[in-house]
Structures are given as C-alpha cells and as structure tokens.
Nanobody
C-alpha cells in the first residue's frame, strides 16, 4: 500500500486559513482517487473532500466555498486549502487514497496517513 504523510496542521483563530499537505510514497499515486477526512474529538471520522482521477471534486456541505482540494502542478503532493476556518473545523485531518473505481465522499479508501491536527479557537 502507498504510504501517506500529512503536514501543515496548526492552531489558528477563527477566520484564519491553513493549507494541509499530503505526500505519497509512490509517484503517480495522487493521480488516483484521493481524499481528506477529519475526526473531531468524540465524533466519527468524516470525509471532507475528494479528488478523482480526472479532477472531479466533491466536498461535504459544511466546507463548500471555504475548502479547496488540489494537487500540486510540479509534484504529487495533495493539498487542502482551508479558508474562513471555524471552531467546528477543529479535528485531526487525514489524507486517504484508493485505486480505481468510484471516488465519492462515501467511497472506501485503502491507504491512510497518520493525520495532522487542526485547532481553531480564539
């Protein structure tokens, strides 16, 4: 399985911005279906955004218009740009990947990173 490594998590104030990064151990893997998930304390992990092989993107309703999932032009790094952050965006953010097939918020992902913590508070 591909190894994924996230970075970029931090503590920010409400209204702030952060960009998370996800690096894969295999080149070209980020051309497949990849996603960002998050898990708040005491809550189930939820899919935040997915990016399919041909660039199709899906976002959970709570982040639409604020978050953007994209791949770097010069590398295989996957990013999650987060603007207008809210306290409810707090949680551990995970990068995930899967091979061929469907690529939606409800898809089953086979490779996971260790997570990076995002905390939004005044």
């Amino acid at each position: 399985q591909v190894q994924l490594s996230e970075s970029g998590g931090a503590s920010v104030q409400p209204g702030g911005s952060l960009t998370l990064s996800c690096d894969a151990s295999e080149t070209g893997y980020s051309t497949m279906c990849m996603a960002w998930f998050r898990q708040a304390p005491g809550q189930a992990r939820e899919a935040v955004a997915t990016r399919g092989k041909f660039g199709t993107k899906f976002y959970t309703d709570s982040v639409k218009g604020r978050f953007t999932i994209f791949q770097g032009n010069a590398n295989d790094t996957l990013y999650l740009k987060m603007n207008s952050l809210k306290p409810e965006d707090t949680g551990m953010y995970y990068c995930a990947a899967k091979g061929s097939g469907d690529c939606y918020l409800g898809s089953s992902f086979t490779s996971w990173g260790q997570g990076t913590q995002v905390t939004v508070s005044a």
